[in-house]
């Protein structure tokens, strides 16, 4: 059974740094496309970041752009998310996505999730 479980989210100032990671188990981690979304206290979930299955195309979301990283590391079916320069709109609970043989991931087409990790930056 394909699970994806996401670590390293906890508290941090603003201006700070924090490195999320995404654990893939139980499918083929270099055939998706992976990413993160996130959703805050009542707003809709978002997109943030995503990597192609083959790692050659990376999008972000203009709000995080210059200040967000995603990588892939296929061999540990890794995916990681390092975020600086953290500011109090970024406080979310932050889910990781994967999607067969894509460029991005999207919250309709993405056929697996992560359980969410939160994130907090405090002001």
């Known amino acids: 059974q394909a699970q994806l479980v996401e670590s390293g989210g906890g508290l941090v100032r603003a201006g700070g740094s924090l490195r999320l990671s995404c654990t893939a188990s139980?499918?083929?981690?270099?055939?998706?496309?992976m990413g993160w979304f996130r959703q805050a206290p009542g707003k809709e979930r978002e997109f943030v970041a995503a990597?192609?299955?083959?790692?050659?195309?990376?999008t972000y979301a203009d709000a995080v752009k210059g200040r967000f990283t995603i990588s892939r590391d296929d061999h540990k079916k890794l995916m990681t998310l390092q975020m600086n320069n953290l500011k109090s709109e970024d406080t979310a609970v932050y889910y990781c996505?994967?999607?067969?043989?894509?460029?991005?991931?999207?919250?309709?087409?993405?056929?697996?999730w992560g359980q969410g990790t939160q994130v907090t930056v405090s002001s």
């Open positions: 996505a994967a999607n067969a043989m894509a460029e991005t991931v999207t919250l309709h087409d993405s056929q697996y």
């Open positions: 139980g499918l083929a981690f270099s055939m998706f496309a």
């Open positions: 990597i192609k299955w083959n790692g050659d195309i990376k």
